[in-house]
C-alpha cells in the first residue's frame, strides 16, 4: 500500500533563516519564485487537482522561521477553504515552529497532521543553521502531539552528516515517534552553501531500510530529490521501505507528472491508498 500527498507552497521565499541548505533564504538569493501569500482560490484548484491525482494528503507550506498572527489567520483560512472543498483530504499544515496554542487553532479549522522536520542531527544542525537551534524544531514536534494533531517529521540526508549523525537523528525521530517520516534528499543549488550531495544510490535507499527498520510503525515518506537521488531507480525505494511519496511539484523544485508515478507504482504490483488509513 502506498500513500500519496502533493503539496503547495502558499508563501513562498523571503525567509530571514540562514539555513544553509534551503532556497527560500533570503540570505542566499536563489533565483525562486517569490511571494508572500498565495491567492486561496488556487491553493483549492490545487488541492482538487491533487485528489484528482489520487493524493490522500495536501500540505499547505509556509516560508519563515514561524507563526505571526497574521500568518496563522492565513493558514487557517487555506484550511478552512481546502477542508470545504475537498473533505476527504487529510489537511497538513508545514509552517514552522509553532506553539500548542498556534497548532490548536489550525486544528480547529480542520488540519490534520503537522509536518516539521527535525532536519538533521541535534551536533550537525548548528553547521547548517545558526538563527535558530535544533531544540526548537524538536520541541515543536512535542507541541503537535500536545495539540493532538498527528505529527510527520523527518529529514535530509546528504548535506554532508556522517554515519553517527543519521543514527542520531533517527533516534530523536524514534523518541517522537511520528506517524510519518518524511525523508528528503539535498538537492543542491549554486546559490546555496552546500554544493553537493555526496550520497550515491545504494546509500539512499540503506538510509530508507535503516528509517523503516527503527520506525516500523511510520509511514516512510520519500519526499524533496526523490527523482533526482534515484533517477531509474525509483521503484527500489519501495522494496527498500517506503509506503509514501510527494507526488506532484515540490516547494521550489519541479516534480515528474502524477501519472508517470502512479504508473510506476501499479507497475510494481503495489496498491494506492484511498485515504490516510489505507
Given amino acids: 500500500m502506498v500513500f500519496l ?5 502558499i508563501s513562498s521565499g523571503s525567509c530571514s533563516e540562514d539555513c544553509s541548505f534551503c532556497t527560500q533564504s533570503a540570505r542566499f538569493a536563489a533565483k525562486i519564485e517569490k ?3 498565495k491567492e486561496i482560490s488556487k491553493i483549492v484548484d490545487e488541492a482538487k487537482k491533487a ?33 470545504k472543498a475537498v473533505p476527504s483530504l487529510n489537511i497538513i499544515a508545514c509552517n514552522g515552529i509553532a506553539t500548542i496554542e498556534e497548532l490548536k487553532e489550525l486544528k480547529k479549522h480542520g488540519v490534520g497532521s503537522y509536518n516539521h522536520n527535525l532536519e538533521t542531527s541535534e551536533n550537525y544542525y548548528k553547521s547548517v543553521c545558526l538563527t535558530h537551534d535544533w531544540s526548537e524544531r524538536y520541541q515543536t514536534c512535542i507541541n503537535v502531539k500536545d495539540a493532538g494533531l498527528k505529527l510527520c517529521s523527518g529529514g535530509i540526508f546528504g548535506m554532508g552528516e556522517s554515519l553517527q549523525d543519521r543514527e542520531s537523528l533517527v533516534s530523536s525521530l524514534v523518541t517522537l515517534n511520528p506517524q510519518t517520516v518524511a525523508i528528503n534528499f539535498f538537492h543542491p543549488n549554486v546559490a546555496l552553501p552546500i554544493k553537493i550531495n555526496p550520497l550515491n544510490v545504494d546509500e539512499a535507499l540503506s538510509i530508507i531500510t ?16 526523490r527523482e533526482r537521488m534515484f533517477s531509474s531507480r525509483e521503484g527500489e525505494i519501495f522494496g527498500a521501505g517506503a509506503n509514501a511519496i510527494v507526488i506532484g511539484d515540490y516547494l521550489t523544485t519541479s516534480g515528474v507528472k502524477p501519472n508517470s508515478d502512479i ?6 504490483g503495489l496498491t494506492l491508498a484511498k485515504d490516510c488509513n489505507g
Wanted: proline residues 0%.
Fill in 210 to 225: 535503516y528509517v523503516r527498520k527503527n520506525l516500523q510503525d511510520a509511514k516512510i515518506m520519500i519526499a524533496g530529490g
Fill in 263 to 268: 504508473q510506476l507504482i501499479e507497475s510494481l
Fill in 5 to 9: 500527498c502533493a503539496i503547495s507552497n
Fill in 51 to 83: 485528489k484528482e491525482n489520487r493524493a490522500v494528503g495536501f500540505c499547505l507550506v509556509t516560508s519563515g522561521k514561524g507563526m505571526s498572527d497574521e500568518k496563522l489567520e492565513y493558514v487557517s483560512k487555506v484550511a478552512s477553504a481546502v477542508k
Fill in 35 to 37: 511571494y508572500k501569500y
